[in-house]
């Protein structure tokens, strides 16, 4: 492996893929709650395959069209479905139970910093979230803290996932410690039953 192969898999996105696919099989029902660019939606398409099906959110329409794209050029468009609204709707379009839903909080990539996720909003959502899983699935979620309300959500998310009953939830956090700035946070709640 390449010294820059070995960067690209500890990239938040790559670390936090590579623990998420150990709980999405072919045939699956997830969730990326916030599309974004579409990197975490293709990725869902691709482990769950023909079979399943990957319901993505997000309140842009620019990041339903970034999505969209990047789908139709994967060949993926098929198995998902793109939805232009908030993601602490999501029970309002999915009734399924599913076997992850994967947060990026923060803002678009490349897009407006004044439009980002919101500690309370994104909270609503994450708790719709850890509704539709089934047992044995995960949540995931990559906190980024910094801008103006990125400090307030991280906050948010740790006071929440350290109440979390633990006869029915594990949270796992994991930390790039040696970074500074800031780093983002990757947590992952799996259900146990």
């Known amino acids: 492996m390449t010294e820059k192969d070995l960067a690209k898999q500890y990239q ?7 623990i998420l696919a150990g709980y999405i099989r072919p045939g699956d029902i997830c969730v990326d709650a916030t599309a974004g660019n579409g990197s975490d939606t293709e990725f869902l398409c691709r482990l769950t395959g023909e079979g399943g099906k990957v319901y993505a959110f997000d309140i842009q329409e ?3 069209d970034h999505t969209r794209k990047r789908l139709g050029q994967a060949g993926l468009l098929d198995s998902a479905e793109l939805i232009c ?4 709707k999501m029970k309002e379009y999915v009734r399924e139970q599913v076997s992850a839903v994967v947060f990026n909080l923060g803002y678009l990539p490349g897009g407006d910093h004044k439009i980002a996720t919101l500690p309370d909003i994104s909270l609503r959502a994450a708790r719709e979230g850890l509704s539709l899983l089934k047992p044995g699935g995960v949540l995931g979620i990559c906190i980024y803290s910094g801008g103006d309300t990125g400090y307030e959500e991280k906050a948010a998310f740790l006071r929440w996932l ?11 956090l994991h930390s790039f410690y040696n970074r ?3 780093p983002p946070l990757p947590a992952f709640v799996i259900r146990l039953r």
């Open 180 to 182: 500074g700035n800031d």
């Open 62 to 64: 620019d990041a339903i």
């Open 162 to 172: 350290k109440d979390l009953d633990t006869r029915e939830w594990l949270v796992i």
């Open 85 to 88: 609204d908030s993601h602490e």
């Open 12 to 18: 938040i996105t790559e670390y936090c893929h590579s």
